[in-house]
């Protein structure tokens, strides 16, 4: 069944960062939460965000929700178990509010006693287009990748062109859906690619990790986050 759980919660880890961001951003915008259980303890985690879910399915500027597992991690994985959490807001001023308004709940540093954030970013589209995720990704068994990295020192000019070249064969390969670049307000690039399975996913990452263009661009490129993660 697909999950849409509300973890609209992290808004709560970063508020300072995220005012940062607020003069950038404009539109709706994507809220991503990489989150690596503490311990292993799921069921823990799970109990610790309860209640902060029931408190914020009618939070105001909270448009769409999504929780899914990760099965895959970029270079290496771990031994914990890390779930994905994205949250389309309204607008960066929304996701503020909130954060301002929940930050001191007891409830709230609970929930983060229970993670190790890999990622905690708010993203608009690179190119200020509107994006609907559940327009690509709405069933089971579909993956969807999500990374965050930045061109490395003196790279900046060549990211797009070697991003053009990766991102070319990628597009060609079975199984694929979309890809969409975003940015955060202080300028890391995140990117989302959709798959419509995880055996597709597998076979095409096995291909492209063989052709001269994924290397080229993961050379320009430090990636601070990476999960592939599956529609339950």
Known sequence: MFKKMML???????PAYAGAQEATMTGPIYEIAI?????????EWAAARAPLLQGLAETKGVEEDWTLKAFFTFPEPGPLPVY????????????NTASSAMMALPQVQDFFGKVNMQAFVQVATAD??????????????????VAVRTPKPGQEDNFDAARAGFFGKVAEQPGYIFDREFLTGDGQRVVMIGWESQEQFMTALGKLSQMPEMGAFFGIIDASAYQAAVVE
């Open 8 to 14: 609209a919660a992290a808004v709560i880890a970063m």
């Open 35 to 43: 989150q690596e259980v503490k311990n292993g303890g799921v069921a």
């Open 84 to 95: 994905v959490g994205l949250t389309r807001w309204s607008s960066i001023d929304d996701f």
């Open 128 to 145: 200020g287009k509107p994006f609907m995720l559940e327009d690509y990704i709405n069933k089971s068994g579909q993956v969807l990748e």
